[in-house]
């Protein structure tokens, strides 16, 4: 975030010279300003993708995969991307640093000549087929947006730049992450944890309780006489319900309490309290605030999101946005019907996009979406479960495949198995984004 | 049913797409894409205990798919994923991992057990995993190369019974010790 504003303030006054353009806001309200200066002008096809986590990696690596001749300009505001898979097992004490979770890009512009620029995509032009960041403008023939998500933050009162240092998110992997286990870390025994979940849909329907059982599994280890309660919007848990409430019945049944239909609409960051409908008051030592989300600003300042707008519709085979021409989006930021906001679908997509993307550069026939979803929750350090489902699409929406997919069994009897190989599933989406 | 006519498509080359869209049918490529998250790229696998599907059998990757699918062999996660594609489908991801080209891991033996290994591998395991593992016949599996976590926990589970050992690999495993199967892992995992 700070190296966002320092960039702004640095170009600030260059002026955009983009009058027509989608302009983008920041947080605080200031105007985001890009760069007039062309950056790289284009010479052939080329596609410019925004995002270097799980989705714009991947469509950028397969493009390049698919079509040597064709251009790809990965844009990413940082140098390293973070992921949130395994981050809870951070927070929980499990994973001690940030190191495995972290990949560069070097190797994606060493093995498949990706051109990497490292900015802020601060507006769009659709007409004029030009991105506009804080280094310059780049024209594009397709552009496709993984710009994963922001946050609603209108429906918490209370919960700015400044609150968030001291009750913090961690919903974007990095500084927010090492924020909440440092807060643990620094907690009495015999302290209150505070979570909160919002409303579905927001990025990792399953996320906010496995969160819930990392911390769980910290304090019972480390801090028995503490309490963790989860204040959840939703009026049940979102995600492998029953499997996550048998984990916490057999695990942590002293420390957890999960409280449904709870919806934090305000924060005192002061106090670190939050409040439930503006009324009921709950105060913790440490607060762990997950706020509504939508679509990344980008997206909403490219006019990209839907009637609800939060999220982008596209067309399920090519991801084509249906409010602009040529213009793709992926991940979280996307409406991809039945597939869910996470990592795992973010891959799946970039690559049917990728795909299509190359196709119909090429004057050909695009070809139908076939997807997976997998996501696996550590419950302990040696348990997890997993959700997993394979995609495609009928009547132009995307389905789950019937009597496919599914949750892991019940009775836990594959848990201990899950739990290892989660360990290769990040390995693999990793090196693929990576690599 | 859906199943059914996805299957004919891939089959007859049709196109059936609903909604106005003109969509071609999901290709080998498009359907072996969405496994590469979890088995890597052109599904040559970076986390030891995710099994390589890069130059693997056909036939053992049709024939695992279909038992995952029905579940006759037992899984954590490919029975819920397997019951997603028809027959023709699951021919075409065999068919497509087969022709990828052979993944060479980079992971660490124990030498000793390794040699090991290598004497023993011609009298017991040769018939069937032919050229040191390499070459897989039929629904015989390539095991050159392969993970050793991976085919560790695939021996533990024909040793208890969750998964069903082949008769003929059962006779030469089970007069052998715990020690020299392990051996004999060592040696085909790091079979370059
Ligand atoms: C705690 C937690 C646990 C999770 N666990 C799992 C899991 O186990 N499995 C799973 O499958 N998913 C999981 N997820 C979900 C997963 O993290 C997301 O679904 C995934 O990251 C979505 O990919 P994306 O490409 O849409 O967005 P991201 O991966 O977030 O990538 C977006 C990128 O775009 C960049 N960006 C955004 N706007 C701009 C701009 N204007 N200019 C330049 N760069 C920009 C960002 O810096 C970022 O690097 C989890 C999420 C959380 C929060």
Redesign the pocket.
Known sequence: MTIDRRDFLRLLGAGAGAGALYG?ATPGGAPAVGSSKELMPKTGRRVVV????????IAAKYIRMMDKSIEVVL????DH?V??????LY?GGIIKDLTPLTIRYDKLVANHGVKFVQ????AVDPAAKTVV?SQGTLKYDRLI??????FRLGEVKGYDAAAMEIMPH????GPQ?VLLRKQLEAMKDGGTVVMSAPLAPY??P???Y??ASMISFYLKHHKPKSKLILLDANPDVASKGPLFKKGWKDNYASIFQYMPAKKVTEVNASSRSVLIEGIDEVKGDVVNV?PPQRA???AVAAGLVGDDKNWCPVNATTFESTKHKDIHV?????IAGAM????????SE?KVCATNVVALMNGKEPVELSGI?????YITDKEAISVAGVYAVKDGKIIGVPNSGGVSPGDYSQAKTEAIY?ES??RN?LTEMST | MRMRWRGLTLATGAILFAAGAHAAPATPEMLANACAGCHGTYGGSAGPTMPSLANQSKTAIVEAMKKFKSGERLSSIMGRLAKGYSDAQIEALGGYFSAQKFHPTVQTVDKAKVARGASLQEANCSRCHLDDGKDGKDDTPVMASQWLPYLQMQMADYLSGKRKIPEKMEEKTKPMSREDLDALLHFYASVK
């Not at chain 1, 844009?75 to 940082?78: A, K, P, S, T, V």
């Not at chain 1, 869910?340 to 973010?346: F, T, V």
């Open positions: 983008c925004v995002g270097g986590g799980y989705g714009g990696t844009i990413e505001r940082n991307f992921s949130c898979p395994f981050s809870n927070i900015a802020e995509v601060t960041t947006l993984s710009p994963g998500i922001d961690a919903w974007k992997a992450t990025r990792c399953p996320g906010p496995e969160r997950i990344g600003h980008i992926i991940g979280d930021a996307c869910p906001k996470s990592g795992y679908s973010a891959n970039a979803n997998t996501c696996y929750s989660a599933w990040l989406i």
